[in-house]
């Protein structure tokens, strides 16, 4: 059974930093590629990132493209997301997913529970 | 502004049918498949339908989901009160090489 879950979010100000993880669990990690959507308070949907699974190809939306840095650590079946120069515009819930397929057919199969950012001073 | 629209909101009674629209592009929805998504308030999303019209196991064929040109829909038959929740759609974008979402559409069953 697919399991992740999402670490390292919390309260910081603006300019800050942060770091996500997932840790993943019940498939075989390095055969997928991953992403972290975000959901702002009362939002839709964002896609923030993704990554392919050997860490190759990486995408960024523009919002916050410049700013964050995608990685993943196959052997710990372990995903992160690097945040910083932090926006009040950055709060949301950050959803760990894994998906399947790749770049032109990226489905969302498996969502972790999120873990919430809130950037203010 | 979302890069596909869909209605902030739609309804329908017990047993009814509704449909939710998702609008795009000739570079999203034209050339590529449709997802749809579904959100209870305090949850993750959940996979309703993939490649347009298919659905994972566990999902009820009461979701049906269909595309043609640059749009795509949800079909919801003999809705029940359960079925209230957000749905997104989702699809590949290939002018900015990358996914994106609708801004979904809130689902009240009155």
């Known amino acids: 059974q697919v399991h992740l879950v999402e670490s390292g979010g919390g309260l910081v100000k603006p300019g800050g930093s942060l770091r996500l993880s997932c840790a993943a669990s019940?498939?075989?990690?390095?055969?997928?590629?991953m992403s972290w959507i975000r959901q702002a308070p009362g939002k839709g949907l964002e896609w923030v990132s993704y990554?392919?699974?050997?860490?190759?190809?990486?995408y960024f939306a523009d919002s916050v493209k410049g700013r964050f840095t995608i990685s993943r650590d196959n052997p710990k079946n372990s995903l992160f997301l690097q945040m910083d120069s932090l926006r009040a515009e950055d709060t949301a819930v950050y959803y760990c997913?894994?998906?399947?397929?790749?770049?032109?057919?990226?489905?969302?199969?498996?969502w972790g529970q999120g873990t919430l950012v809130t950037v203010s001073s | 502004q979302s890069v596909l629209t869909q209605p902030p909101s739609a309804s329908g009674t017990p047993g009814q049918r509704v449909t939710m629209s998702c609008s795009g592009s000739?570079?999203?929805?034209?050339?590529?498949?449709v997802y749809w998504y579904q959100q209870f308030p305090g949850t993750a999303p959940k996979l309703l339908i993939y490649?347009?019209?298919q659905r994972p196991s566990g999902v009820p064929d009461r979701f049906s989901g269909s595309k043609s040109g640059t749009s795509a829909s949800l079909a919801i038959s003999g809705l029940r009160s359960e079925d209230e929740a957000d749905y997104y759609c989702?699809?590949?974008?290939?002018?900015?090489?990358?996914?994106?979402f609708g801004g979904g559409t809130k689902l009240t069953v009155l």
């Open positions: 997913v894994r998906n399947h397929g790749g770049p032109g057919e990226l489905e969302i199969d498996s």
């Open positions: 019940g498939f075989s990690f390095s055969d997928y590629y």
């Open positions: 990554i392919s699974n050997m860490g190759t190809t990486v």
């Open positions: 000739n570079s999203n929805i034209g050339s590529n498949f």
């Open positions: 490649w347009n019209n």
């Open positions: 989702e699809a590949w974008d290939d002018s900015l090489n990358g996914p994106v």
